[in-house]
């Protein structure tokens, strides 16, 4: 659904963006994730046919965002930091409004604004000027707003900033429904907890380039090392006598119990267990010591600034 091949940006003597290769499928979330000035905002306006490359090409849901800017365009919602509200209109009139620029009859609007203003807890507020909508109201209508042609793909940049609990969830919730085989989704956010709950897939860019792309699992191998597990037990524990298999390294004990370096968990952990019953340990607990796309963002910057 989203494909760059070398995708480039240059503003004067500085690449913003340089040399971005992507490839989104239907049904994916990726979180495209970097510092601020790291070339994610460029990016987008690229996707979106705002930008022309200098170098490179992207396609969007089968057009090329050169040749073919309007069928671009009518492919994307875009949900920017700044949202674009009008504040004299109503909620109502700005997704009419919206919808009449996106080429939906009159019947088709009113239906698409009724459900998304009743799905984001708007309906109540509906015929009140969007001046006097809260921070997370505007958030919940531009969001809407978004999604009233019923595009394919859609490029979320901090959705759920300045939201209270209540609402981003709610939010959250919205995003991964809209999760489909025929949709996809990307999101720029700074809310690593957000990204690890929402995407299949991660980008992590940096001063213009894509530094790591994968699924969590691949970049917590990639960039953290094979897994670790604890051991919580009852009891004695047989340090001299316990026998590891192949590829478990013993590390320092943790507050609950020993803890061990896995190479391949599917092979290595029934055996170790075996071993553990042998000696007859009480397990309590065996269970994988969590690691969070945080410590996998901070890992990846450390290895480019040591570079």
Known sequence: MIQTEDLSKQFGDYWAVDGVNLDVYPGQ???????????????IRMLTSVLAPTRGRAVIAGFDVVKFPDQVR?????????????????????????????GLDEATRRKRSRELLGY????????????????????????????????PVLLLDEPTSAMDPESAQLVRNAIASLRTNQRTIIICTHNLVEAEMLANRIAI??????????????????????????VRFQGKWPHASLRLPPGVIPLE?????????????QVSNPILLKELMKHKVEVVAFQELPRTLEQVY??????VNRV
């Open 298 to 303: 901070l890992a990846a910057m450390a290895k």
């Open 74 to 102: 009518g492919s994307v919602g875009v949900l920017t930091e700044q949202h674009g509200l009008y504040l004299r209109m109503t909620g109502q009139e700005y997704l009419d409004f919206f919808g009449r620029i996106y």
């Open 29 to 43: 979330i990726l979180a495209l994730l970097g510092q601020n000035g790291a070339g994610k905002t460029t990016t």
């Open 253 to 265: 004990d943790g507050p609950s119990g020993p803890r061990y370096r896995v190479e391949n968990p």
């Open 205 to 230: 860019i940096y001063q213009g380039r894509i530094i790591n792309s994968g699924t969590l699992d691949e970049l917590k191998r990639d960039l953290l090392g094979p897994a670790e597990y604890e």
């Open 120 to 151: 984001f807890g708007l309906a109540d507020v509906a015929k009140h000027n969007i001046g006097q909508y809260s921070k997370g109201m505007r958030q919940k209508l531009a969001l809407a707003r978004t999604l009233i042609h019923e595009p």
